[in-house]
């Protein structure tokens, strides 16, 4: 982590490089800027992390508030990684817009990026996604409009709010369960000579909530709370090391109540575990008011380094854990690590560095659903394909991008939207008008949406030997009428399903259905595939134009559907 734009990659993300559409502007877009003062920064003449996310939760409301033409409040706020410091005379630069919109909460998009001045240089520090929900009003509960997506990037991120939402949704869920199954597997804690009690940095303190604390509605400043949790885990991080500790990362976390003016908040921190270059700090805020009991606010896992002269990080003294409920927080923190690590290699990472074949176990599997399925996502929102062919209305695209050449096919069927969706989604159906599925079983169903399968496909060149993927499936159902039925599929590996002589391992990058309901009996459906190197003999003559193959087998696929489009058997792999 840097102060500045040193660094030639540190430059903004493309994900969030505004589109330049002459004469557009998003209507829920807020920009503030802020150059960052000596009152802002602490003694390493650094911007605090709690003034930046005050900073971040204002202008994210702000855009909310536009969109909604109500008073909103912060309902949570996702993962956040910190990718540079921010030094004092430097300016602050955030840009905030409402994503989506749901019932009566929306995702907002925050951008954070630094400016030099003297330089003229911008370089991105850190970018989130906060949920906020529309306020009661005297009518009763705010149902709110839907965000109209204009352009490519923003139907991509209104496309991929869904998905986010979903695992928001099931987060603390998941999370329980993969702390409960890691933490049995982990054993007694290890004892290190020279170890620093973990008693020792335990931080207490108690804020008294003033009007200034308050956002417009009178409400303790969403904003202002996470900047005092910062502040209390700062404190607890500083005296395991003894230095001065960098913020680098906070996980998802979620507001549980509201605070209001004259509240006593009650902040508590601890350092739950040290690793070698990293420490986890937990922080909780409780309110009181008079002799009432605690309120829980918030909790939340903040993950600091210290860096040396170089910008390098130290190495960190070992923790010694309380008994009981030290020890519990100590395994806890190991568990949060991997799972940390696994949600960030799987998500965090451009499509193009993630390996084709990502090891799946269930401690990934949440994450490897949502990259699955936004990957797909993804494609669906390109809009620069081109046409190479049609045969009778069943077209074939093509799309060449970064070294990268991706196909679709599209058709209509005459078949209702769900019923597509169900006969499509058990791939094991999927032979009956694929040749290139000759074997397919389903090895594990991870659950009602995620199914992992064996493909085998026979070999395209005589005398070659056959080819077989091991594909993650992950299908949904649309989150509403703007949305499509979708099934994803990648590769992914299996100790229990190494390669064999008797075939060539393949790997899927990225493939699978969109399926649009056009009207009770008229479906689109569009194939999708990000081609490898393993599927490229499969579809090269038809790409080529030398064969129509694709049509062949989108024409099948076509007759399967309108056969069973009354079956009973078009059910859920789950149920059958």
């Not at 409301?61 to 410091?85: K, M, N, P, Q």
């Not at 509240?263 to 601890?270: E, F, G, S, T, W």
Request: contains cysteine.
């Amino acid at each position: 982590m840097t102060s500045d734009g040193n660094h030639a990659d540190a430059m903004l993300d493309s994900l969030f490089i505004q589109e330049s559409e002459e004469g557009y502007r998003n209507p829920t877009e807020v920009k503030m800027s802020q150059i960052v003062l000596p009152c802002h920064a602490n003694h390493c003449g650094e911007l605090s992390v709690g003034q930046l996310l005050k900073w971040m939760d204002s202008t994210a409301c702000l855009s909310a508030e536009r969109h909604a033409g109500c008073s909103c409040i912060t309902a949570s706020v996702d993962d956040i990684h910190f990718e540079h410091t921010i030094g004092v005379g430097k300016v602050v630069n955030i840009i905030a817009k409402v994503n989506r919109a749901f019932t009566s909460s929306m995702e907002v998009g925050i951008l954070v990026t630094c400016e030099d001045l003297y330089t003229d240089r911008q370089w991105k520090v850190c970018h989130a996604f906060a949920t906020f929900v529309a306020r009661r009003t005297e009518a009763g509960k705010v149902q709110l409009k839907q965000v109209i997506p204009r352009t490519q990037m923003e139907q991509m991120e209104y496309s991929l709010a869904a998905e986010r939402r979903r695992m928001r949704l099931i987060h603390a869920e998941i999370i329980t369960d993969l702390l409960s199954s890691s933490t049995a597997q982990l054993g007694e804690c290890q004892e290190y000579q020279d170890a620093v009690p973990a008693e020792r940095t335990r931080v207490e303190s108690v804020e008294l909530v003033l009007p200034p604390h308050a956002n417009h509605q009178v409400s303790t400043f969403g904003g202002q709370i996470m900047a005092w949790m910062e502040n209390v885990a700062t404190i607890a991080a500083c005296r395991l090391c003894n230095a001065h500790p960098t913020l680098r990362s906070i996980d998802m976390f979620h507001f549980r109540g509201p605070s209001h003016i004259g509240d006593r908040l009650v902040l508590k921190a601890i350092v739950n575990n040290a690793f070698k270059h990293s420490m986890e700090v937990g922080v909780c805020a409780e309110a009181y008011q008079g002799g009432e009991p605690l309120r829980h606010i918030n909790s939340a896992f903040m993950t600091f380094e210290v860096l040396d002269s170089d910008r390098k990080a130290r190495t960190l003294p070992r923790i010694r854990p309380e008994p009981v409920d030290g020890k519990r927080r100590y395994q806890e923190a190991i568990a949060r690590k991997k799972i940390r690590l696994d949600r960030k290699y799987i998500i965090s990472c451009k499509q193009t560095e993630v390996p084709l074949s990502v090891p799946w176990d269930p401690s990934n599997q949440m994450y490897l659903s949502y990259n699955n399925v936004s990957a797909l996502k993804l494609m669906d929102t390109r809009n620069n394909w081109v046409l190479t062919s049609e045969k009778n209305k069943v077209r074939l695209y093509t799309l060449e991008e970064n070294h990268m050449l991706c196909f679709k096919v599209e058709m209509h069927v005459s078949v209702p939207a769900e019923q597509t969706f169900h006969l499509l989604s058990d791939l094991r159906r999927r032979k009956e008008w694929d040749r290139h599925y000759e074997e397919c079983e389903v090895i594990i169903q991870a659950d009602e949406e995620d199914t992992l399968y064996r493909v085998a496909t026979p070999s395209v060149s005589k005398g070659d030997k056959g080819k077989d993927f091991i594909l993650l499936a992950s299908r949904r159902k649309p989150c509403d009428a703007r949305d499509p039925y979708l099934i994803a599929l990648r590769s992914v590996t299996l100790p229990t399903h190494p390669p064999t002589e008797d075939f060539t391992r393949g790997e899927v990058l990225c493939a699978g259905f969109t399926i649009w309901e056009e009207s009770s009996i008229v479906t689109k459906i569009t194939y999708y595939n990000q081609a490898t190197p393993g599927i490229l003999p499969y579809i090269s003559t038809d790409i080529a134009g030398l064969s129509s193959g694709f049509y062949s087998a989108f024409s099948a696929c076509s007759h399967f559907l309108e056969a069973n489009k009354d079956s009973l058997a078009a059910l859920p792999p789950s149920t059958l």
